[in-house]
């Protein structure tokens, strides 16, 4: 006997409060893949409240977004003044002098049947190889200011470049607005004063307007920002404070004058209590120290963000405050959180936008039929809670790897307790040379060896079956690949050249 199926009543109704970054991603993704007939979508967001502003820096996965869209990457980043990103240059994490680049793409060659890295780490105890960046195209691109991208010469290292965007944060959501709306997105102007909840079973039933409007849909985005209006303040889901891992609380940000053709690279160079960060795009350079207010007053954030930029500053120094950590639930009943509104970590690895791209495709993926099956939205919260758990604890590896002894700041970093599988992780590195990726974690071992070597952690064995490669054959093959990398990376346009001919902006 076939079985019935009780299929429940599709959404057809969705409405995205906030109109930053997270909210108008979110409308882009669903605009592009449900028709105007089968589900409304609608946004409203306050031009009066506006958005944070930041959140400029992105990584490789950010390409996957933009491909679903359809977008033209070079009208893309000719209308977000974006430039191109290889990596992230560490200054002065493991110790005050320390530099390092946490590279995109892969290291070295594959060898055999194991990773690149493990027989790095060999060379490097050999002595005859410092960084491992030595062995990274991202890397000698970027410190050569060069970019391109990657070739279709399957055997070269140019084949493997992995990169991602910085963009005018602005710019970027004024530019998903209009693709969203060609969509058939409609966008309401308004401050929303109140939130209706259904007396029943507690589910939102309208978010009310200053202007007297009531908007109701199925199905709600919390795309508010740090304010989460309605999973938190409507709906008061509850937040999870990583303060204790994650103790910087605060930003001040400016924007500068170019000095010169744009890195392919963010720089994260780290100060007494915290660290500052360094974007170029075409018009401009972003600028913003990120810090601890335990730990420093925020005149003195100021003075050290001001005397550390290159180019005269265009704009007055703006402050944010936040709390890193993220929801008790992402989604709760029909409404879920999307961008910060959902948690923060910290844009040290630039990963946030990142955040808001996953969760929109566990959104799609788990989308619920207008009975809200619980199952659905537990299944959401599961994968997402691991997702920030990876993140987060591959962020506090940057605190906690470091030497710095010079500041109260430093020495609470150094001492401080990690989550148990961050310490483990470090624990097999440093006693074997193995990393491992847990649970489809979004930084592999690519990343962990980067950071962790680059800050100062040492491994004191590696895998034993690297030494199955005769020796003097190793040599030589360590040896070829770097040349082929560096002659590679030789050979590549500079950035600034490539950025005028495929997608230069207009001036501004
Ligand atoms: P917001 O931009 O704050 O948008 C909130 C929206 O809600 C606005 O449209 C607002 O008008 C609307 N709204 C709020 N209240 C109401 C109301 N009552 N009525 C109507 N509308 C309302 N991420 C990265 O990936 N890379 C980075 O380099 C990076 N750097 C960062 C640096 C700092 C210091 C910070 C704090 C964050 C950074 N981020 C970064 C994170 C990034 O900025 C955010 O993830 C991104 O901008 C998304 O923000 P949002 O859309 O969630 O919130």
């Known amino acids: 006997m076939a079985e019935e199926l009780s299929e429940g009543k599709s959404i057809s109704d969705v409405l995205i409060v906030g109109g930053g970054t997270a909210g108008w991603m979110t409308a882009a993704a669903l605009a592009n893949v449900f028709s105007k007939t089968h589900c409304r979508i609608r946004l409203v967001e306050s031009d009066q409240i506006g958005t944070v502003g930041v959140g400029e820096a992105t990584i490789p996965v950010v390409l996957k977004f933009n491909q679903m869209l359809g977008i033209d990457e070079d009208d893309f980043l000719r209308s977000t003044q974006g430039t191109f990103k290889l990596g992230i240059q560490f200054v002065n994490w493991g110790s005050l002098g320390n530099r390092y680049i946490h590279p995109f793409g892969s290291y070295g060659t594959p060898m055999g049947s194991l990773s690149f890295y493990h027989y790095w780490l060999k060379y490097h105890r050999e002595g005859k190889s410092r960084d491992i960046g030595e062995f990274s195209i991202a890397v000698q691109a970027a410190l050569n200011g060069k970019f391109m991208r990657p070739a279709n010469m399957p055997n070269s290292p140019l084949s493997q470049i992995a990169y991602a965007y910085h963009f005018d944060a602005g710019l970027y959501a004024q530019y998903l607005r209009s693709f969203s709306e060609k969509k058939g997105v409609e966008r309401i102007e308004g401050e ?26 199925d199905l709600y985005i919390d795309c508010t920002g740090f304010r989460g209006l309605l999973i938190e303040q409507a709906l008061n889901t509850g937040f999870i404070d990583w303060s204790h891992y994650l103790p910087c609380d605060r930003a001040v940000t400016v924007p500068s004058k170019n000095i010169g053709p744009p890195d392919s690279f963010t720089r994260a160079t780290a100060h007494t209590a915290g660290w500052q960060w360094r974007i170029p795009l075409q018009h401009r350079t972003g600028n913003g120290h990120v810090y601890s207010s335990k730990y420093m007053r925020d005149e003195e954030a100021k003075d050290i963000l001001l005397k550390n930029i290159e180019g005269d500053t265009l704009a007055e120094p703006k402050f944010i405050q936040f709390k890193t950590g993220m929801r008790q639930k992402f989604w709760n009943k029909n409404c879920v959180a999307i961008g910060l509104s959902s948690g923060f970590l910290e844009p040290l690895e630039s990963t946030s936008i990142h955040l808001i791209q996953s969760s929109i495709a566990k959104l799609l993926a788990l989308f619920p039929t207008a009975d809200f099956v619980q199952p659905v939205i537990d299944k959401y919260n599961q994968i997402m809670c691991s997702e920030f758990i990876g993140v987060r604890d591959f962020i506090i590896l940057h605190y906690k790897a470091t030497d710095r002894s010079d500041s109260a700041f430093w020495n609470y970093c150094r001492h401080m307790d990690i989550p148990q599988n961050l310490a483990d992780k470090i624990e097999l590195y440093k006693s074997s040379g193995r990393l491992f990726r847990d649970n489809n974690e979004l930084f592999d071992e690519i990343s962990l060896i980067a950071v962790m070597h680059g800050q100062g952690i040492r491994a004191q064995r590696y895998h034993p079956m690297v030494d199955d490669i005769n020796e003097i054959e190793f040599d030589r093959l360590m040896k070829e690949i770097k040349s082929v990398i560096d002659h590679s990376a030789q050979a590549m346009p500079r950035h600034g050249d490539f950025i005028a001919k495929h997608c230069a902006a207009k001036f501004v």
């Open 192 to 217: 929303i004063v109140d939130v209706a909840i259904r007396p029943d079973d507690g589910f939102i039933e309208s978010v009310n307007l200053k202007n007297g409007e009531k908007l109701s849909a």
